[in-house]
């Protein structure tokens, strides 16, 4: 019986995301499918409501800090990497 309780715990859970995703304005349902629900609802819970200003959030994080985005950041490319004292780079 803990099984069919889980499972229909878990099918819950999905309706009821699913249903908030749906509530969604359309705009930002593709950015849903586009970085996932999380990344979308984080930033709703904090205040960004914008679509285009999530869209933009997102895409300078990810253009910073990916290598296979070919980003040209201006802090150059190991900007984010600790210096070592042996090496002072």
């Known amino acids: 019986m803990e099984d069919a309780a889980f499972i229909a715990k878990f099918q819950d859970k999905r309706v009821r995301r699913m249903a908030r995703i749906d509530a969604l304005s359309p705009d930002l349902r593709e950015l ?10 984080g ?3 904090h205040g960004v409501v914008k679509p285009r200003a999530i869209r933009h959030l997102v895409e300078t994080v990810l253009d910073e800090f990916s290598p296979t985005r ?19 780079s």
């Open 43 to 45: 930033f709703l819970d």
């Open 70 to 88: 070919g980003s040209f950041s201006s802090q150059g490319p190991s900007a984010h990497q600790p210096t070592t004292p042996e090496t002072g």
């Open 32 to 41: 849903v499918h586009e970085y996932g629900f999380n990344i979308v609802n």
